[in-house]
């Protein structure tokens, strides 16, 4: 399995994505050689400890025998390729490590690419030569920058390939425009994959119609629940003695749609003056965010957060009395979930993936700020509708078990050795 | 000898609009009228107009042998009168001929039974009038809406002065006996219960285009050899369904109308086959057995009980909601307040907020003009709220506020989930 990151370290869901698909598959008995680019030594040692730590799953080995032990083995690649990386983010993060005088903290060898492209294709050529020792039957890669990666693989072992899209350049501009260096590393992955997994009904249709992607290899396989801790809690008193919480919870930026929820924030409050408005992760909409709230006179029922972990994600969502997610453009979109599984009702938008498999929730359009507003509005003023929404929420979440799509996968798996690649 | 009495369900609700809590205050435009009135004028083409003319052919041509009954909301009457008269009269033609009987039930297709007999009363009593006012007839033959049923509301029905009444022939009622004879019901023992042979009715209204059926295509031929085969076994076949099966939920190009066409005549060349209306079944045959049914059973879904209505909480809450109101809205004594108040009783706005499909299948998706059941509880609580807040101004105005309510109010702004609070909050 390729991909460009496992946590405990991430910046987005796929992450979270890989370490539970890869749970589950361990589960049903597939080994998996999990490789990845690592950037900084350091921010891998907690991985290490983690893996090398937990008793069974996490088991550093060579995975050997197809189907047979239970292991996962996770290969670092020495990069600095990071999860959205744009040319620019490539760029500043290069510099950063050339300009480094603490030699020590970043190991120099080997040598980093001079640009993101050269950069993935040098992964590309180091993946092919760790994977070279070791025994497979399926190449799976995880979003764009591993996909030359995966294309070398399979030209050197004649392995079925399968990539997996969890997002496309287009969804990170909110579906109008793409780097043309990455759609076309995009496009060569897809036009080279046997299979295409996709998050989403969606995102199927994106490729197809921005990719030209041959339909009859795309596989849907919706993202599963984010495993919580149930345990943590937290009442978030001082608040609570006045307001009710609604919470936005994700990059404050234009694909999360944070303006909306801000408009119908201002609309929420002219009815129930009550309600304390959370907006709660980084970006580069967050002051912009800051200063609409002051201009619509707002401001002192906003919390802004800037970045959170996982657990004060948990907290988040346990004190939040509805959860809104007006996303512009959402492949997947896992975090209803969460929020669901820390029993918070949640209200999301029409244009995400998730939608299409979520049904004890609100679905709103994401620029309707009158719909968002009257949603919010209507689980906190009648008990019935948000006690059945938590409670029937809840169970759907714990349901939509990592089992499900690993299950699908592994169907994929054997479907593409039985034809061998091609 | 067997008797088929064909019984036909006539009824389309009046749709609430997407009514948000912005709304409430601002205006009181709670029915959809142009999705009302497209899906009248869809049905009517579709169904009403073909299948009422095909009828009454059938009915002239086998010189009055071929008997059907009908019953038809006065949701539905409403809208025929507004959208559709000419509706109206070619039922009014289907009366004339003295083989069409028309059954009694709650005017605006209410759950009135389960929640205020006083409600249900008038309910029933009004749809008397409708139907004498309209077909010059006097039903004799109740059947509840959606075919809830259950001892009590026989006992009550019985007690109104009705010879019989219709319920679904569900397995765990008859526990192996057969729905082809009238029964009585526990405390109801004058009152004459004509079961619904499901089988034979769902061949028709549910499974008659289903190409995964294993009797697809279903001809007349075999339908009525499965008909004749009851006799000895039963006296009675009750054949109940929705009337839009002929058209609209089988299509013309199902040739449903074509089974329709076909079904006397080769009926009736069985020289001990007959049809019968309700009324006419009832008088005809002894009451065999009892049956007893302590809970509502009725002919939706598999549960074939009132789940669909009020299965979950939310559904619940309406219910409660709407009805605590009735006595504030009648104290109105105003006549489009009442109407308005009853219009919301329909019991398709409970309907629409049942959460069973999504792991249970499409029929109601199939019927529901929301996106989802929640969106249906909202709108539907929003108006209620705005309802409430009208009839509490009525009262006011009237000067009966105090003594509805037992206590001064002022006119609260928040919105309620039992808006009956906001009488006394």
């Not at chain 1, 339909?215 to 809690?233: D, R, W, Y």
Request: hydrophobic share 40%; with cysteine.
């Amino acid at each position: 399995m390729l991909g460009w990151e496992f946590p405990p370290f991430f910046a987005g869901g796929a992450g979270i994505v890989c370490s539970a698909l890869s749970e589950a598959l361990l589960a049903k008995g597939v080994s998996i050689t999990f490789v990845m680019p690592s950037g900084p030594e350091e921010v891998y040692d907690g991985l290490d400890k983690k893996l090398s730590t937990s008793k069974s799953k996490f088991k550093i080995l060579i995975a050997n025998n197809k189907y047979r032990n239970v292991k996962l083995t996770v290969k670092k690649i020495d990069s600095i390729l990071h999860a959205y990386a744009t040319n620019e983010s490539y760029d500043k993060a290069y510099k950063e490590v050339s300009l480094s005088s603490d030699k020590n903290k970043y190991r120099g060898t080997p040598l980093y690419g001079k640009n993101l492209k050269q950069e993935i294709y040098r992964f590309a050529e180091q993946v092919k030569l760790l994977a070279m020792e070791e025994e497979f039957d399926v190449i799976h890669a995880h979003d764009w920058v591993t996909f030359p990666a995966a294309i070398a693989l399979k030209k050197e072992t004649g392995k079925p390939m399968i990539i997996h899209v969890h997002i496309t350049e287009f969804d990170k501009s909110g579906g109008l425009h793409a780097d043309p260096e990455i759609y076309k590393v995009e496009k060569e992955g897809m036009d080279a994959a046997d299979k295409i997994i996709t998050v989403s009904n969606k995102v199927k249709d994106m490729i197809v119609d921005k990719y030209y992607a041959d339909p009859s290899k795309i596989i849907v396989v919706h993202n599963a629940a984010t495993p919580m801790n149930e345990e943590i809690e937290y009442r978030a008193e001082a608040i609570k003695t006045t307001d009710k919480i609604v919470l936005f919870a994700g990059r404050v930026t234009l694909q999360k749609g944070p303006d909306y929820y801000v408009e119908a924030a201002k609309k929420v409050l002219e009815k129930a003056p009550n309600t304390t408005f959370i907006l709660a992760g980084p970006g580069d909409m967050l002051h912009k965010m800051m200063e609409k709230t002051a201009a619509l006179g707002i401001g002192h029922k906003f919390i802004f957060t800037g970045f959170f972990n996982r657990e004060q994600a948990e907290k988040l969502f346990s004190m939040a009395d509805v959860f809104v997610m007006p996303s512009v453009s959402e492949p997947f979109g896992v975090v209803p979930y969460e929020a669901q599984i820390k029993k918070t009702p949640t209200i999301i938008s029409k244009q995400s993936g998730i939608s299409e498999v979520l049904y004890h929730t609100l679905k709103v359009d994401f620029w309707d700020v009158n719909q968002i507003a009257s949603r919010i509005l209507a689980l906190l003023s009648y008990p019935s509708l948000h006690q059945e929404l938590t409670h029937k929420g809840y169970y759907e979440a714990k349901n939509a078990t990592w089992d499900i799509p690993a299950a699908k996968c592994l169907n994929i798996y054997d479907e593409v050795v039985a034809k061998g690649g091609q | 000898m067997v008797s088929v009495c064909f019984y036909f369900h006539v009824h389309q609700p009046h749709r609430l609009g997407h009514y948000s809590i912005f709304d409430i205050g601002n205006h009181t435009d709670y029915f959809d009228e142009h999705k009302n009135r497209q899906i009248i004028d869809k049905v009517k083409e579709k169904c009403y107009l073909k299948t009422n003319n095909i009828l009454y052919r059938l009915i002239k041509q086998h010189d009055g042998k071929f008997k059907v009954s009908f019953s038809i909301t006065g949701s539905i009457i409403e809208q025929f009168e507004r959208f559709a008269p000419e509706v109206i009269d070619s039922f009014k033609r289907l009366a004339d001929t003295g083989c069409v009987e028309f059954l009694s039930e709650t005017y605006n297709h209410s759950l009135a039974f389960l929640f205020s007999k006083d409600e249900f009363k008038e309910q029933v009593l009004m749809h008397r009038r409708k139907m004498q006012e309209l077909f010059n007839q006097t039903p004799t033959v109740f059947r509840n809406t959606e075919l809830i049923f259950n001892n009590e509301l026989a006992r009550y029905i019985q007690d109104m002065g009705f010879e019989a009444i219709l319920a679904e022939g569900a397995d765990y009622i008859l526990n192996g006996r057969s729905p082809n004879h009238v029964y009585n019901a526990v405390n109801a023992e004058k009152i004459k219960v004509l079961l619904k042979n499901y089988k034979l009715s769902d061949d028709v209204a549910f499974r008659f285009s289903d190409k995964n059926w294993q009797e697809h295509p279903l001809s007349v031929e075999k339908y009525v050899q499965w008909i004749n085969q009851i006799n000895g076994g039963g006296e009675l076949v009750n054949l109940f369904m929705d009337y839009e099966t002929f058209g609209e939920h089988q299509w013309e190009d199902t040739g449903i109308f074509n089974f329709l066409e076909l079904l006397p005549g080769e009926l009736l060349k069985h020289p001990d086959n007959n049809f019968v209306t309700v009324s006419e079944a009832a008088r005809k045959y002894p009451i065999r057995d009892t049956v007893d049914m302590h809970n509502f059973v009725s002919w939706a879904d598999l549960e074939r009980d009132i789940s669909a209505w009020l299965g979950n909480p939310l559904q619940q809450a309406a219910a409660r909601a709407l009805y605590d109101m009735e006595k504030y809205v009648k104290a109105t004594n105003n006549y489009q307040l009442i109407a308005t108040w009853r219009k919301l009783t329909t019991s398709d706005h409970l309907y629409y907020m049942c959460t069973k499909w999504f792991s249970d299948g499409d029929v109601h998706k199939y019927f529901n003009p929301y996106d989802s059941p929640y969106d249906a509880y909202i709108m539907y609580m929003n108006v209620l709220n705005d309802f409430a807040r009208r009839v509490k101004a009525e009262l006011k105005e009237l000067g009966l506020l105090q003594i509805v309510s037992g206590e001064g109010a002022a006119l609260p702004e928040k919105i309620h989930e039992n808006p009956s609070l906001i009488f006394s909050g």
